[in-house]
């Protein structure tokens, strides 16, 4: 028996995420097992309810922002359980990336790409196929993802386990615990090779469960999810570097990434993350060491094993001093109270940015666009060049050893906002005509439909549609998030 929840006070909490979209919904279910959530889904099925899935709320994208209809939330799997080799965890949806990481450490093992937002589900980062300061090094979630355990909307359960079922010819079947067959095509666009979280991830002859992961929650609402994860390494070392000239910050990261890629480098980082200064000045009342002279900072962590240590030192101190004068202003971690403190601080900008927005009620306009490596360098001129000329206040920060950066500008009024979005239409052209992508991270979601649809045009967007349908027939899950119903 299924309880359903009509109060709007109880409602209210589920209707927003971190981004400025404010909803609304009729109906709450928290259904608590995998029979209720199939129960739950086939109740609006029968009845034409459209639903919205809920995880953590953390999205910055509006992806689970209801628009009527009813809200499942999937709060309650909790459950957690490692497999007896070590290698293998099995979560509820629910289960927080900071629970996970909290479990995996009393294990001696950890889960490699480390989004920033501890308090997102791993449900909601398998939807948003999520990334974080390590997918330089260890890629994005997905490649993580052994199997998936998936209700559809019409209350159909499926078990997908990575390796065992392939697109064949643009076409895939999958079967439902209940005997029911899913025939549907695969839409055929191109996929830049890059970081990317933009539209259902296609490729030729792909593993049918990637189909899903990524899919922002429009296919199905995941119950269970089994992660590989990896030993932990024995000795990290870790860095923020300031730097005084942006010219010598970009030659260091290109150095740095080259290093890094290839195979013979003492030298070789799992992540490179930036700061601009704007961001640096965000952070300086916390962190008052933050050196005056800098007009950025890199933060990069390596693994390394105990033989090695001094020889890395004087490779890492060599390194930096060729791009740098402030190398005496680095603080270098090595313990895991260092570490920590350097995780707090790049976690802090994002919260400071947060902050910022929800204490002066400002708006924001948030670029999450990547390029091609080859082409990064037209990006980052473009951030140093057009930033400052927009004259509002802004931080530009994040995933440059990806060649993927976060620009937010915060609007006081429609004027700034205006402005703002100019600069935003004209980045994201920008993005796209050097081979990018609209979204490299945090998904497309309810706020950026227009730009999918710039991204890989209107067939291939119908494409998607189409797809939606075959695995939800009535069209009614997470409508209008990753693209337009019509
Ligand atoms: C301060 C801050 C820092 C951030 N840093 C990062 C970062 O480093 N990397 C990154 O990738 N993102 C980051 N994000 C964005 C956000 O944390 C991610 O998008 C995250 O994956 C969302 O998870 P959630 O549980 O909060 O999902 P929600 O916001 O609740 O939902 C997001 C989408 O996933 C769907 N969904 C949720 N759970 C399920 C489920 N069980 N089954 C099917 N669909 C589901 C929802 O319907 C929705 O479409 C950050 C956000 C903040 C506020």
Same mark, same amino acid.
């Given at each position: ?25 009729? =109906? ?15 109740y609006c099925f029968d009845n ?5 899935? +809920? ?11 209801? $628009? ?15 497999? +007896? ?14 629970e996970l990481e909290d479990y ?15 308090? *997102? ?18 890629? *994005? ?45 695969i839409p055929n666009y191109q ?27 429009? =296919? ?62 965000? =952070?300086?009342?916390?962190?008052? #060491? ?6 950025? *900072? ?11 240590? #001094? ?26 109270? #260092?570490?920590?403190?350097?995780? #707090? ?24 666009? *990547? ?25 530009? $920060? ?84 990753? $693209? =337009?119903?019509?």
């Open positions: 028996m299924i309880n359903i929840k009509y109060d709007s006070e109880v409602i209210y909490p589920y209707t927003y995420d971190s981004s400025n979209l404010r909803g609304s919904a009729d =109906l709450l279910l928290i259904p608590k097992s995998i029979d209720e959530l199939s129960e739950s889904l086939k034409n309810i459209k639903v919205t899935i +809920s995880g953590a709320g953390t999205g910055i994208t509006g992806a689970r922002v209801p $628009f009527g209809g009813a809200i499942i939330s999937t709060e309650r799997y909790k459950q957690i359980e490692i497999s +007896s080799d070590l290698n293998f965890v099995k979560c509820g949806s629910a289960v927080t990336l900071k995996l450490e009393q294990l001696n093992r950890f889960l490699p790409p480390n989004p920033t937002e501890y308090n *997102a589900s791993i449900g909601g980062n398998t939807a948003t196929n999520a990334s974080g300061a390590r997918t330089f090094k260890y890629g *994005a979630i997905r490649q993580y993802i052994h199997s998936l355990t998936i209700v559809l909307m019409n209350g159909d359960i499926l078990y997908l386990t990575r390796g065992q079922n392939f697109v064949n010819d643009n076409n895939a079947t999958i079967i439902s615990t209940n005997g029911n067959n899913y025939n549907f095509n996929m830049p090779n890059i970081k990317n979280a933009s539209g259902y991830y296609v490729r030729e002859n792909m593993d049918v469960i990637d189909l899903f992961i990524g899919s922002e929650g429009t =296919l199905g609402v995941f119950y269970e999810i089994v992660l590989k994860v990896l030993p932990r390494p024995e000795y990290i070392l870790g860095g923020v570097i300031y730097f005084d000239d942006n010219n010598k910050l970009f030659e260091f990261v290109s150095n740095l990434r080259n290093l890094s890629r290839g195979d013979n480098s003492i030298i070789n980082s799992r992540l490179i993350e930036y700061f601009d200064r704007k961001s640096l000045d965000l =952070l300086k009342p916390k962190y008052n #060491e933050i050196p005056d002279l800098a007009v950025g *900072a890199i933060w990069f962590e390596q693994e390394y094993s105990n033989e090695n240590e #001094e020889i890395l030192l004087e490779s890492w101190y060599e390194f930096i001093s060729n791009f740098t004068t402030l190398i005496d202003n680095t603080w270098f971690a090595m313990n895991s109270k #260092e570490h920590e403190r350097l995780k #707090e601080f790049r976690h802090e900008l994002p919260l400071q940015v947060y902050e910022n927005l929800t204490n002066n009620s400002q708006k924001k306009v948030g670029l999450d666009t *990547a390029v091609p490596d080859d082409k990064f360098n037209i990006l980052f001129q473009h951030y140093l060049d057009k930033c400052p000329a927009l004259s509002l206040e802004y931080v530009v $920060f994040g995933h440059i050893g990806n060649s993927h950066l976060h620009a937010n500008i915060f609007c006081k009024n429609d004027e700034e906002y205006t402005k703002a979005k100019i600069f935003y239409d004209e980045t994201i052209e920008l993005s796209l005509s050097l081979g990018g992508t609209v979204s490299a991270e945090h998904g497309i979601g309810k706020l950026k439909t227009d730009y999918l649809v710039k991204m890989y045009g209107d067939k291939a967007v119908e494409s998607m549609r189409n797809l939606k349908r075959d695995l939800d027939s009535k069209y009614l899950l997470n409508v209008n998030t990753m $693209f =337009l119903e019509n």
